[in-house]
């Protein structure tokens, strides 16, 4: 899905767009230079602008080295809401893992733990929690660890048993009491031991097949930390303790626990941090922008826009005294290069869904979750024509279970994800890998719609409160409810 807005785009008054740089579940993310010439990134609320907009108010007059600086939130002529931060032009944490699949060894991942220690102790000292900690939210720049993404951040509650009616943030870095919707300053902790677990050992210490099967480890299972030396195993293991009180009640007291040991406090003192971009700078080819399965870490699908290749990023704005015909000749290219990226980008929408087996939509970026009440206007749809087709079939009124289980299996697992409620409604099924769903796992969805109906239509409701809008059929038969692509 291409960006909304391009080179030279001012959507916001005083703000001239240069480049879309990443794409996350709230928004999207633009380098863009302000009239006086400072450097920003310009976070574009497409959705849920009233969450998001409540966890930067929270955080806006933060002022720390560890935390990516929000500047303003403003509002444009059009009454869209935009969030102004310092524009960070290292990596992710995310793009280092990918570069070194394998972890980074004890002395890198000292180095982040204790750096993120103190971003998530200012934080807590300040009485906000992120509740979204990862990877991807986690940046390196000129020498610091810096925490981004506050949308999902919250003033920790005075009670302890102060709950929410929404579990959020992302399932491989949840504290099991999310489920019961506790956020105090543990569910930080316990990201952190996640996250140090994923760089010693390139991979998170609870991985499954489905939502609902890394959720239950979470509540029932330990890290295996056999392999790991001493004192990370015992580290994580307490940063990873089920109970809130088990472990660490502050992100530097884990960081400490590791800094104990005289060796790996030695190891620091020569670091040089220059030595964390090393791998990132010899991938090939651009950092691509996050996409829709972006909060996911390694080993799980991940389908994401890259440019088209080969293609010059927009000229910079010319400097005061710049002549005339250069300025001319400079946007003459960048037109030339933008209708380059156009036809490749045209091209490589028809090629990628058949080169990597994707559906449309995942592999062009364009996949929007379609949420509880769209999806119940095309249930009620398709009951409608199920119920006439179940009244006037041989079979009598009995046949509608029947009836209902082709209808979902063949005509979803044959007809583009997609019954005649849905396509009326511009929404569709497809697998949770971003792949077409089949008419096997079509009929599978539709028998496992017989346990969303037996627990009282709660199956159904979990869509209203889950983070990719899936019912318990969905977590079932590991398939998504996403809008078509002509609607964008």
């Not at 009640?249 to 400490?256: D, K």
């Not at 440019?307 to 003459?332: I, K």
């Not at 009124?397 to 994800?417: C, E, F, Q, R, V």
């Not at 037996?454 to 983070?467: C, H, S, V």
């Amino acid at each position: 899905m291409a960006f909304r807005f391009r080179h030279g785009d001012r959507p916001l008054d005083g703000f001239t767009i240069q480049r879309g740089v990443g794409r996350g579940g709230f928004g999207e993310v633009y380098y863009a230079v302000s009239d006086g010439g400072r450097e920003v990134a310009l976070k574009y609320l497409r959705d849920n602008a009233g969450m998001e907009l409540r966890g930067v108010s929270h955080c806006m007059n933060l002022k720390s080295p560890h935390l990516v600086t929000i500047f303003d939130v403003k509002q444009s002529e059009d009454g869209e809401y935009f969030i102004v931060m310092e524009y960070i032009q290292g990596p992710s944490l995310r793009d280092i893992l990918i570069a070194e699949p394998d972890g980074l060894g004890t002395q890198k991942a000292t180095f982040f733990v204790r750096e993120l220690a103190k971003g998530l102790d200012y934080l807590h000292d300040h009485g906000i929690v992120h509740r979204d900690m990862k990877p991807g939210n986690v940046f390196y720049d000129d020498g610091y660890v810096k925490i981004g993404d506050y949308g999902l951040s919250k003033f920790i509650p005075l009670s302890q048993h102060s709950a929410q009616t929404a579990s959020v943030g992302t399932v491989h870095y949840m504290a099991p009491e999310i489920g019961s919707g506790q956020y105090q300053r543990g569910i930080d902790i316990y990201a952190l031991g996640v996250i140090l677990y994923e760089l010693l050992m390139g991979r998170v210490p609870y991985e499954g097949s489905s939502m609902g099967e890394v959720l239950m480890k979470h509540l029932a299972s330990q890290p295996e930390v056999s392999d790991l030396p001493e004192p990370f195993g015992t580290v994580i293991r307490k940063a990873l303790a089920k109970d809130p009180d088990d472990r660490y009640q502050t992100a530097g007291e884990m960081a400490q626990g590791l800094l104990e040991v005289e060796d790996i406090k030695n190891s620091l003192a020569g670091f040089d941090p220059a030595s964390m971009v090393e791998a990132v700078s010899m991938m090939p080819g651009p950092t691509i922008p996050a996409g829709p399965f972006a909060d996911s870490p390694p080993g799980t699908p991940d389908v994401r826009q890259s440019p088209a290749p080969g293609v010059p990023p927009p000229p910079p704005a010319p400097a005061p005294g710049f002549g005339r015909q250069a300025h001319a000749a400079a946007n003459t290219v960048a037109a030339a290069a933008r209708a380059a990226a156009a036809e490749a980008t045209a091209h490589l929408r028809e090629v990628r869904p058949r080169a990597a087996g994707l559906s449309e939509e995942a592999a062009s970026g364009q996949v929007h979750y379609a949420g509880f009440w769209i999806r119940f206007v095309a249930a009620l749809i398709d009951i409608i024509i199920i119920g006439a087709a179940a009244s006037v079939s041989f079979l009598g009124d009995d046949s509608y279970p029947l009836l209902a289980i082709l209808y979902d299996g063949i005509l979803i697992g044959k007809w583009n994800g997609q019954t005649i409620g849905k396509k009326v409604c511009g929404i569709k099924v497809i697998s949770a890998d971003g792949r077409p769903c089949g008419v096997g796992q079509a009929f599978g969805r539709a028998l496992a719609q017989i346990l969303s109906v037996l627990t009282l239509f709660i199956g159904y409701i979990i869509a209203a409160f889950d983070g990719r809008k899936r019912a318990l059929h969905d977590h079932v038969a590991n398939t998504l409810h996403i809008y078509c692509i002509d609607r964008f």
